[in-house]
């Protein structure tokens, strides 16, 4: 079975562009998070999707937005790009929405911007 | 809110010698609780998780993390030390529903030869 997909792997932008990340889930799951690492802050939870709707939301700005289609791909944007939007980008797939459910995490994104 | 602090941003062992990573969380109700590891360029891949079954949970890699309730602690180790497992780990907590992880700020393993 496939894994979790991101694309692209790699991504150069400037300040106040937008970028939009592709994450596909594993076959047969409904639940996609995202997060952001960065070197300073850590792991953050951004944003979590189940059948096409968004469940719960971490503390970003409204300039972090996402979305997840009816075959449970999600994409993130990110408008007006800072320079502190520097990071990876990682997607998560998990079968429902149990707390104990295990999270299966893509390559991630690394979003550099200049 | 939940909390998860990983004691030593840094751990150093000889190849061969026993590998303890901490984590302490705080929550007001019984977590769920994982530790991932990562790998150079990749995502997170999980090593094991507590769900409230055993206290004691094995995972891959000969890795094993005891759940200690009163210490709020879910403390991960290895018998042995192999140069393979010099990775980051990071310990993280989710609530009863929804996938929304807690991370702790991460633990990078050195392994010497």
């Known amino acids: 079975k496939a894994g979790v997909t991101q694309t692209p792997r790699y991504l150069i932008k400037t300040r106040g562009q937008q970028v939009t990340l592709s994450c596909s889930p594993i076959?047969?799951?409904?639940?996609v998070s995202w997060y952001q690492q960065t070197p300073g802050q850590g792991l953050q939870f951004l944003f979590e999707y189940f059948s096409e709707t968004q469940r719960n939301k971490g503390n970003f700005p409204g300039r972090f937005s996402g979305r997840q289609f009816s075959n449970s791909r999600s994409e993130m944007n990110v408008s007006t790009l800072e320079l502190g939007d520097s990071a990876l980008y990682l997607c998560?797939?998990?079968?429902?929405?149990?707390?104990?459910?295990?999270?299966?995490f893509g390559p991630g994104t690394r979003l550099t911007v200049l | 809110a939940q909390s998860v602090t990983q004691l030593g941003s840094h751990v150093s062992v000889s190849e061969g010698a026993l590998v303890l990573l901490r984590c302490n969380y705080s929550?007001?109700?019984?977590?769920?609780l994982f530790w991932y590891v990562q790998y150079p360029n990749q995502g997170l891949q999980l090593l094991l998780k507590y769900t409230s079954a055993a206290t004691l949970v094995k995972g891959i890699n000969g890795f094993e993390a005891e759940f200690k309730k009163s210490e709020t602690s879910f403390h991960l180790t290895k018998p042995s030390a192999h140069m393979s497992d010099a990775a980051e780990y990071f310990c993280?907590?989710?609530?009863?529903?929804?996938?929304?992880?807690?991370f702790g700020g991460g633990t990078r393993l050195m392994v010497k030869p």
């Open positions: 929550s007001s109700v019984p977590p769920y």
């Open positions: 993280a907590v989710s609530r009863a529903a929804g996938n929304m992880l807690t």
């Open positions: 998560a797939s998990s079968i429902g929405l149990a707390g104990n459910n295990e999270q299966f």
């Open positions: 076959s047969g799951h409904r639940s």
